[in-house]
Structure formats: C-alpha cells, structure tokens
Nanobody, 124 residues
Framework: QVQLVESGGGLVQAGGSLRLSCAAS????????MGWFRQAPGKEREFVAT????????YYADSVKGRFIISRDNAKNTVYLQMNSLKPEDTAVYSC?????????????????WGQGTRVTVSS
C-alpha cells in the first residue's frame, strides 16, 4: 500500500506560481511511475503530467506544456509539480497518483493509488 498526501495548493493571482508536493509513505516511491491530475468544479478529472519511476521521462497535457514541470526526489519519496504562469482555467483540485509500472501514463484507470488532492485557485 502507498499513501499519498498532497500539499502546496492555495490562492494565487494569474501569472503567479505554485509548487505542489506529493509525499508518499508505506512503500518506496522509486517503484512507481507518478502522475498529476486535476478536477475543476463541474468537470471530469483530467491528466496534467506524468513522470517515469526513474524521473528520466516526462509527459504533459497540451494545456500545461511549457508552464508546468513535474519532477521527483526518490530519496525524499516526494513528487513535485511546479506550476508557472498560472491561468484562471488552472483552478482545480490537484491530485497525485502512483502507478506500479516504470513508465508514466495519462490514463486515470492505469493508476493504483491516489491522494486526496490539494485545491488550487487562480484569480484573474
């Protein structure tokens, strides 16, 4: 079992930055590819970014490419999402997820463990 806890969300003005963290416990995170997803009010959960278990491969949704950066520190059992140039449409609850595979994925159903999420609100 892997327990995931997100932090770092909050209220920020458009154009600002936030860094989200996802801390894992229970098992070493180096055995899992990781992903970040988000869900805006009234909308379905959508893929944001994913990273392989080594950190050598990353993939982003087109909507965040060039603005967000996913990274991981396996020694700290933590995954990060650096969010820059934030827009009001980035407002959502952001959740991290762990996948028992070496490569990342953009598919929600391919993940085994989920955190509770952290809320990000971007004001215009």
């Amino acid at each position: 079992q892997v327990q995931l806890v997100e932090s770092g969300g909050g209220l920020v003005q458009a154009g600002g930055s936030l860094r989200l963290s996802c801390a894992a416990s229970g098992r070493t995170l180096s055995s899992y590819a990781m992903g970040w997803f988000r869900q805006a009010p009234g909308k379905e959960r959508e893929f944001v970014a994913t990273i392989s278990w080594s950190g050598g491969s990353t993939y982003y949704a087109d909507s965040v490419k060039g603005r967000f950066i996913i990274s991981r520190d396996n020694a700290k059992n933590t995954v990060y999402l650096q969010m820059n140039s934030l827009k009001p449409e980035d407002t959502a609850v952001y959740s991290c997820a762990a996948r028992s595979a070496p490569s990342g994925s953009s598919y929600t159903d391919s993940y085994d463990y989920w955190g509770q999420g952290t809320r990000v609100t971007v004001s215009s």
